[in-house]
Every structure is written in structure tokens, then in C-alpha cells.
Nanobody
């Protein structure tokens, strides 16, 4: 399985970039497609998830109401629309495939993209 993120970059506070994640290869058994982020010197943290089958979504408290995870009817790619960005949203954003275990714990995941840097300037 390969995951490829795109859409990061340098944005001003309050900006609204959209990240994309495209999955290729075997996707059997996936429960969710998920976004994590990792700020410099910090642990990787859960951001948002969307069910592989169905449309249920899940968000971290820190981004709920500002970020939206979505996909088209083909399930792929998955998007993360980020609105009202803050400097504390600066991080490398990773997409991952969730097949089992805790959805919000990074050690539950075997497949990760290479990450895309989002830097928010104040």
C-alpha cells in the first residue's frame, strides 16, 4: 500500500489550505482513512478520520469546527480542508490507513504517507 499526501506549504494564520491523500495498492480491510500531524519535538497526534465504508467522521477536539475530512464517492483521494489556521497547527501532516486497534493512537497504524509540511505564519 502506498499513500501520497499533497497540498502543504506556507500559509498565513487564518488561511484555508486543503491537503489530499491518495492511496494505491491493496486497500482490503481498511476501517478508516486518517490524518495525523506531528509538530517539531512533539508526538504524532490524531487529527481526523473518515470511515472507508460510509461517511462517518471523527475529529480531534483541537481541530473540530475548523477542519473537515472528506472524500469523493470513489473513496480516494481523501481531503483535509483546514480553515482558520493557527500557528499551533504548524506540523508535518500524515495520512494513514486504519485497519484495527485504537483509531487515535499512531502505533495502531502500519501504513503511512511521507507527510506534507504545513507552516502557519502569524
Amino acid at each position: 500500500v502506498q499513500l501520497a499526501e499533497s497540498g502543504g506549504g506556507l500559509v498565513q494564520a487564518g488561511g484555508s489550505p486543503r491537503l489530499s491523500c491518495a492511496a494505491s495498492g491493496g486497500t482490503f480491510g481498511i476501517n478508516n482513512m486518517v490524518w495525523f500531524r506531528q509538530a517539531s519535538g512533539m508526538e504524532r497526534e490524531f487529527v481526523a478520520a473518515i470511515r472507508w465504508i460510509g461517511s462517518a467522521t471523527y475529529y480531534a477536539v483541537s481541530v473540530k469546527g475548523r477542519f473537515t475530512i472528506s472524500r469523493d464517492n470513489a473513496r480516494n483521494p481523501v481531503y483535509l480542508q483546514m480553515n482558520s489556521l493557527k500557528p499551533e497547527d504548524t506540523a508535518v501532516y500524515y495520512c494513514a490507513l486504519h485497519a484495527g486497534g485504537s483509531r487515535t493512537q499512531s502505533n495502531s497504524y502500519d501504513y503511512w504517507g511521507q507527510g506534507t509540511q504545513v507552516t502557519v505564519s502569524s
